[in-house]
């Protein structure tokens, strides 16, 4: 089992950056595949980034490519999203979440396993 912790969110001006962490517990973090979801009020939750186990491979949804950078440490067994080029439609809560296969690409919130409690990222105008 996986426990995971964000953090990292906050308020922010748009054209700013914030890095989300994803602490992750257990020695198993290195053979998920991790992903980052978020949510805004009143829409359904959404994936924004994926990467495989090794980090070998990354996936970002079209919104944000180009502005957001996913990656992994697996020896501190955290993830990550660097943030870059905030608009005023990034605001939402920020998830992470594993998946077993190790992949990384899944993008259905059904096909992942664990999750974490989410962190809100505001950005004004």
């Known amino acids: 089992q996986v426990q995971l912790v964000e953090s990292g969110g906050g308020l922010v001006q748009a054209g700013g950056s914030l890095r989300l962490s994803c602490a992750a517990s257990?020695?198993?973090?290195?053979?998920?595949?991790m992903g980052w979801f978020r949510q805004a009020p009143g829409k359904e939750r959404d994936f924004v980034a994926g990467?495989?186990?090794?980090?070998?491979?990354?996936y970002y949804a079209d919104p944000v490519k180009g502005r957001f950078t996913i990656s992994r440490d697996n020896a501190k067994s955290t993830l990550y999203l660097q943030m870059n080029s905030l608009k005023t439609e990034d605001t939402a809560v920020y998830y992470c979440?594993?998946?077993?296969?190790?992949?990384?690409?899944?993008?259905?919130?059904?096909?992942?396993?664990?999750w974490g409690q989410g962190t809100q990222v505001t950005v004004s105008s």
């Open positions: 990467i495989s186990w090794s980090g070998g491979s990354t």
């Open positions: 979440a594993a998946e077993k296969t190790g992949w990384g690409s899944r993008k259905n919130i059904n096909e992942y396993d664990y």
């Open positions: 257990g020695r198993t973090f290195s053979t998920y595949g």
